[in-house]
Structure formats: structure tokens, C-alpha cells
């Protein structure tokens, strides 16, 4: 059956730095644009972070521009979220997705949301002293 397992979230101190993986099974990956998304408490869903499957051209919310890196590695089934210079408003449950559109590094709001065909259970990011 379809899977797309998270891994890698925690307590980390401010400044601090994660790697969030995305493991899919059960459907053809290296076809999906994946998507990271996140939602923390009383708050709405947000992308965060999206890689095309044809090209692996990316796009990440301003909120983490230049802190975060998506990849992927379809030898693997993996997309990766490395996280550096952690801060406390990043705080929040992280989702990957999965969707044939290939356009989605270009919709907005960043990486869309309504597209995804596949979801996984999500990790928990906490940053905190």
C-alpha cells in the first residue's frame, strides 16, 4: 500500500539543526513532486518547502529561506529537509506530500496543498531552551 513515513523530528535548542526524511512506498516516487508542509497548534497548514520531480527545481517559504534545504534521492524513495538555524516559531507538526503535478514548486501559496494525492503522518519539530 501507499506509504510516506517522516522521520527525524525532536527537541532541538535554538539554532539548533534537524534532517527530516520523507521515505515513500507503494507507488512510482521518482514520477512525485513532494512537499513538505508543517501546522502548529491553533495554526493553519503552511508549505514549507517543494521539489519537482523532473528537474528537482525547489521552493521554500520565505520563513525559511536560506535555513532549509530540500533534496531528494529516488535511488532511496527519500526526500530529505535539512533544517539549520532552528527557531522557536518553527515549532509545529511537519507533513510530506505527494502529487504528479510537477508544477507545484511554482503555485502559490508555496507549494500549494489542495494537489497532494498522498500524505504521511507527520513528525514533531519542537524548539525550545
Known amino acids: 500500500q501507499v506509504q510516506l513515513v517522516e522521520s527525524g523530528g525532536g527537541l532541538v535548542q535554538p539554532g539548533g539543526s534537524l534532517r527530516l526524511s520523507c521515505a515513500a512506498s507503494g507507488f512510482n516516487f521518482v514520477y512525485y513532486a513532494i512537499g513538505w508542509f508543517r501546522q502548529a497548534p491553533g495554526k493553519e497548514r503552511e508549505g514549507v518547502s517543494c521539489i519537482s520531480s523532473s528537474d528537482g527545481s525547489t521552493n521554500y517559504a520565505d520563513s525559511v529561506k536560506g535555513r532549509f534545504t530540500i533534496s531528494r534521492d529516488n535511488s532511496k524513495n527519500t526526500v530529505f529537509l535539512q533544517m539549520n538555524t532552528l527557531r522557536p516559531e518553527d515549532t509545529a507538526v511537519y507533513y510530506c506530500?505527494?502529487?504528479?503535478?510537477?508544477?507545484?514548486?511554482?503555485?502559490?501559496?508555496?507549494?500549494?496543498?489542495?494537489?497532494?494525492?498522498?500524505w504521511g503522518q507527520g513528525t514533531q519539530v519542537t524548539v525550545s531552551s
Open positions: 506530500a505527494a502529487t504528479l503535478d510537477d508544477f507545484i514548486t511554482t503555485y502559490h501559496p508555496v507549494c500549494g496543498g489542495n494537489e497532494y494525492d498522498y
